[in-house]
C-alpha cells in the first residue's frame, strides 16, 4: 500500500483543494476544478477548510485555495492563510464566487498568499447567487453557478494542472500577471472600508434563545459556525464571538439561517432588518453588474425586473430553517 502511495505520487502532480462554502456555490466550483484537473493526469483532493491542516499541505506539489468573497476573502479563509507556514515557493491557485464585487479579492488574498511562500500560478472569480437575511430572492446573480461556469471551472482546473509542470521547468510566462488595480478595485474597496469599519453586525446582534434550542438532538450552528465561535458542550454554552452572542462585524448570519428551531435570531429581530429592506435596489452594485455585463464579464440569467427587490430573503423563506446546505455530490 505504501509502495503505492509513493509510486503515485512519483508519477503525477498531486493538488490539494482547500476550500470555504456556505450555500454551495464554491464547493460546486471547487469540485469542477478538481476534475479539470484530474482529466489532465493530476491526483486532486478536495476538502473543506475545517478539515485541512498545514501538514497535510505537505503531500501536494500545488494548493488551490477557494472562498467566497465577503468584502474581499471570508475571515476563517484568512485566519488560515495569515497562520500559515513558509510554503517555500509551492505554486498555488486561488479562486472565489461572489454577488456583485469580485474586485478586491484577490489584490488582497494574492498578497497574503505570496507572503506564506507560496507562488499563485493563477487565479479565477464566478459569479454566485447570494443567500443573505435581507437581501432580494432571487438576487441580481441568481442561477450561477451554471453549467458553463461549471465548464470554465473545469477548464481552469486542467490549465492549472498542465501549467504547473511547465513553470516548474522555466516557462514563467505562463504565471498570470498581477490584478490590475483599477478604479473597480478602490471604488470596491472604499465600499468594504466602510462595511467593515462598522464595528458590529449591521444585520443585528444575533442571540440564542436557550430555551427553543434543541441541543443535543440538534448540534447544528456548532458544526457550522463560520468561526467557529460556538460550543454548546460547554458549561455556560458559549454562543458567538462575545459568548452569549455575536455582532462579529462580517455580516455572517449561517447559524441563524441554519437553525431548525428559530432559537437564533437578531436584535432587532431579523424580520425587522428584512422589513426594511423591502423595495430596496442596490445602485452601486447594479451600476457594477451593468459595467460588467457590458465588458461581458457577467451573464445575466434573470432580468433585472425579476430580481426579488420586495422578497427580501427571510420573508420568501418564512418557515425554520431559513436555509439547507445542499447535499454534497460529485458535482458539487
Ligand atoms: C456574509 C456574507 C458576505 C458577503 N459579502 C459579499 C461581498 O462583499 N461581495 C460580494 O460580491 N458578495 C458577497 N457575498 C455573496 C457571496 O460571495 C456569494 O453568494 C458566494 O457565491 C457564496 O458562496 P458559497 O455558496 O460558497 O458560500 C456575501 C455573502 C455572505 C453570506
Ligand atoms: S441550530 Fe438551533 S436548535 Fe440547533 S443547536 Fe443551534 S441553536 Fe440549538
Ligand atoms: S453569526 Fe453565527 S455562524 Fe456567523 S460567526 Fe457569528 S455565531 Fe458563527
Known amino acids: 500500500m505504501g509502495r503505492i502511495k509513493k509510486e503515485r ?9 482547500i476550500y470555504y462554502s456556505q450555500s454551495g ?35 501536494y ?3 488551490g485555495i477557494g472562498s467566497p468573497v465577503w468584502k474581499a476573502d471570508t475571515p476563517n479563509m484568512h485566519g488560515f492563510i495569515d497562520k500559515m507556514p513558509d510554503q517555500k515557493g509551492k505554486h ?14 484577490f489584490p488582497i488574498v494574492l498578497p497574503n498568499l505570496k507572503n506564506h511562500g ?23 446573480t441568481y442561477g450561477h453557478p451554471d453549467a458553463q461556469d461549471v465548464m470554465e471551472a473545469e477548464a481552469f482546473g486542467r490549465e492549472m494542472a498542465e501549467n504547473s509542470p511547465k513553470i516548474a521547468t522555466g516557462d514563467t510566462s505562463l504565471i498570470y500577471p498581477d490584478p490590475e488595480m483599477d478604479d473597480k478595485v478602490f471604488q470596491q474597496a472604499m465600499i468594504c472600508s466602510n462595511m467593515l469599519l462598522c464595528p458590529t453586525n449591521p444585520q443585528g446582534t ?47 448570519s449561517f447559524c441563524l439561517m441554519l437553525c431548525p428551531a428559530g432559537a437564533i435570531d437578531t436584535d ?28 461581458g464579464k457577467f451573464r445575466r440569467l434573470i432580468p433585472v425586473e ?16 431559513y436555509f439547507v446546505i445542499p447535499k454534497e455530490t460529485d458535482e458539487g
Open 206 to 252: 444575533f442571540i440564542r434563545d436557550a430555551s427553543k434550542c434543541l441541543y443535543p438532538k440538534c448540534t447544528i450552528c456548532m458544526d457550522n459556525c463560520t468561526m467557529g465561535y460556538i460550543d454548546l458542550t460547554k458549561t455556560p454554552q458559549k454562543f458567538g464571538n462575545r459568548g452569549d452572542r455575536c455582532d462579529d462585524c462580517h455580516e455572517c
Open 268 to 295: 432587532p429581530p431579523i424580520l425587522e432588518h428584512a422589513k426594511g429592506c423591502i423595495g430596496k435596489r442596490h445602485l452601486t452594485f447594479e451600476k457594477m453588474l451593468d459595467d460588467a455585463e457590458k465588458a
Open 306 to 321: 425579476e430580481v426579488g427587490f420586495d422578497t427580501p430573503y427571510v420573508i420568501a423563506h418564512p418557515r425554520h430553517p
Open 9 to 17: 505520487s512519483r508519477l503525477f502532480m498531486k493538488i490539494l483543494i
Open 118 to 140: 507560496l507562488l499563485p500560478i493563477g487565479y479565477r472569480d464566478w459569479y454566485g447567487n447570494v443567500t443573505m437575511p435581507g437581501m432580494p430572492k432571487p438576487y441580481y
Open 25 to 59: 456555490n464554491t464547493r460546486k466550483i471547487a469540485k469542477a476544478i478538481a476534475r479539470g484537473a484530474r482529466s489532465a493526469g493530476a491526483v486532486v483532493d478536495v476538502v473543506k477548510l475545517k478539515d485541512a491542516s498545514y501538514q497535510m499541505m505537505d503531500d
Open 92 to 105: 498555488c491557485f486561488a479562486f472565489n464566487t461572489h454577488g456583485a464585487l469580485p474586485y478586491l479579492y
Open 61 to 63: 506539489d500545488m494548493i
